[in-house]
């Protein structure tokens, strides 16, 4: 009897050991996700650009997420300036769908900015383009001097809708990133984002200027040292330009005849 038992586990252990291996079955696509300008909800308009540097925040730190891809904010930027002139709010359901299908993207967040005082709140919406369906809303509230976890909250929300689920390598690089673009306070945030607002009006000396600030505040924070690179790069380009259009002009006038 235990002859034959042996034989029984030799045979099909050998069976086993014969069948082809199954090859591990390919990783799922990420899914592609575009990040709105906030929308100031606030009444007051100082906190008109504050939806920009938030949304850029949260594209930042998104890009850390392998299950996600993440439109530019270069790329959104292009494609919503035509809204911003429109006035659109992207908040708006129809508005962040036909936003979303514009930038080729799956799944769209919106949110608003509906209070600073006396605690900050801020309300998203996450939106399944293809379906115009609202897979998850959210709110948060914080103190202003505690910013950075209004945005670590958002990322949390947001992951959660999408029903990604992180392993805890990916989580650690997730506040890895986070981590490395901590703004604590709003008023800081509030010039980053007056700074990026002027960026993408193509005021990139002033730009730079509005940008002081922020770096001596935060001169580790990896977004700040980015967006400050970029904006110093095309001022000095913007610079050079103006220098050859002068030299030019002042060639044809010399030129021109009397």
Do not use: W
């Not at 906190?47 to 930042?60: E, N, P, R, S």
């Not at 392998?66 to 439109?71: C, F, I, N, P, Y």
């Amino acid at each position: 009897m235990l002859l034959r038992t042996l034989l029984l586990l030799t045979a099909l252990t050998t069976a086993e050991a014969t069948l082809p291996r199954r090859a591990d079955a390919p990783a799922p696509a990420p899914k592609t996700l575009a990040v709105l300008y906030f929308d100031n909800r606030t009444g007051s308009s100082d906190y008109d650009a504050l939806g920009k540097g938030l949304a850029a925040m949260m594209i930042t730190d998104l890009a850390a997420v392998e299950a996600l891809q993440v439109v530019e904010r270069e790329h959104l930027q292009e494609v919503l300036q035509e809204m911003e002139r429109q006035r659109s709010q992207y908040f708006d359901q129809s508005t962040a769908v036909r936003a979303g299908k514009l930038v080729g993207a799956q799944y769209i967040l919106a949110g608003q900015i509906s209070a600073v005082k006396p605690r900050v709140r801020l309300d998203t919406r996450l939106i399944d383009v293809s379906t115009s369906e609202i897979v998850k809303t959210a709110q948060v509230t914080g103190d202003e001097e505690k910013f950075f976890d209004l945005q670590r909250r958002l990322a949390k929300n947001l992951i959660d809708g999408l029903e990604i689920a992180l392993s805890p390598e990916a989580q650690a690089q997730l506040e890895a990133q986070q981590e490395a673009n901590r703004i604590d306070r709003l008023g800081t945030m509030v010039q980053l984002s007056e700074a990026i607002s002027l960026f993408d009006r193509g005021e990139y000396p002033d730009a730079v200027l509005k940008m002081g600030p922020v770096v001596r505040s935060q001169p580790k924070t990896l977004v700040v040292q980015l967006t400050y690179e970029e904006m110093k790069r095309r001022a000095a380009e913007k610079t050079r330009e103006k220098s050859k259009q002068k030299t030019r002009e002042f060639i044809r006038g010399i030129l021109k005849p009397n």
